[in-house]
């Protein structure tokens, strides 16, 4: 009996010791539920932050957008605003006298060997930049704004054709004017010319700065230099691997497309 009653004292300590461990894990319990729903309330304003700065983002990112392209509309008012100018390097400072525009008006036609009817007339006429002393540096440039585009066309159509042009022993260069912007990816194209030449890519530059080139009978106009130069590069690439599997081909007379061939997506003109 004794014995007895002492192992039912013994599950009664027992179920008294879980009891206690069972008060201790629902008090554990309770606080991980306290902490997760702590976790969740953490995870919801961090959600929250994420989707404002996303929302900000994808803004910034259209006003990005929107500022190129009033960049670019800009851009492109300022070179129609300087559809008239012209620009003059190379001629000596003091030559032109007291009136430009009368200079420009008896000197031009000498210079392109043309005949302009009516006669050449201009809304103004200066040198860029300020004032530099006798024999300092090269000649400022003189940038003169024609009353009729389409002479100032004619003069910029016909100063290529007739060669360097000279006034008496100085080599004068005529050109258009652009801006900054224009003038900077004109620039950018040009330095890519003689890569173009080394992969024997025909090519022209347009107005305002667009490159167009034609290779194997297939055309494309790139508007960005930097797009070019990538294009370049994967004319490259593709004109040295068909050099090595050339020369690597064990039969004689095998031949691959020409080196230097477009890569096929680039090859329709778009």
């Not at 995870?43 to 989707?51: E, F, K, N, P, Y």
């Not at 009033?70 to 008012?77: F, G, M, P, V």
């Not at 559809?83 to 420009?104: D, K, V």
């Not at 930097?226 to 040295?240: I, K, P, V, Y």
């Amino acid at each position: 009996m004794d014995r007895i009653l002492q192992e039912i004292s013994a599950v009664g300590r027992r179920l008294e010791g879980m009891d206690n461990a069972m008060v201790v894990l629902t008090a554990e319990t309770r606080s991980m539920r306290l902490e997760r729903a702590g976790f969740q309330s953490q995870i919801s304003g961090l959600d929250q932050r994420v989707t404002t700065v996303e929302a900000q983002a994808a803004s910034w990112t259209n006003r990005d957008h929107e500022l190129l392209h009033l960049c670019s509309r800009l851009t492109d008012l300022e070179d129609r605003s300087r559809r008239n100018n012209i620009r003059l390097l190379g001629i000596p400072e003091g030559t032109e006298g007291a009136q430009i525009p009368s200079y420009l008006r008896d000197m031009l036609p000498k210079l392109t060997d043309t005949t302009f009817d009516p006669p050449l007339e201009f809304q103004r006429a200066h040198r860029l930049g300020p004032k530099r002393q006798d024999g300092e540096g090269r000649p400022r440039p003189i940038i003169a704004c024609m009353l009729r585009h389409g002479q100032a066309r004619q003069l910029l159509q016909t100063a290529p054709t007739q060669g360097p042009l000279r006034l008496d022993t100085l080599e004068v260069r005529l050109s258009a004017d652009f801006s900054r912007e224009t003038a900077e990816r004109r620039r950018a194209f040009l330095s890519l010319r003689p890569r173009l030449r080394h992969l024997n890519v025909k090519f022209g530059l347009f107005e305002p700065a667009r490159m167009w080139i034609t290779k194997n009978g297939a055309s494309r106009t790139f508007y960005d230099p930097e797009d070019l130069r990538m294009f370049q590069e994967g004319l490259h690439a593709t004109s040295q691997t068909m050099e090595t599997t050339a020369e690597s081909s064990p039969l004689p007379g095998r031949t691959g497309p020409s080196p230097g061939s477009w890569p096929a997506r680039d090859c329709i003109r778009p």
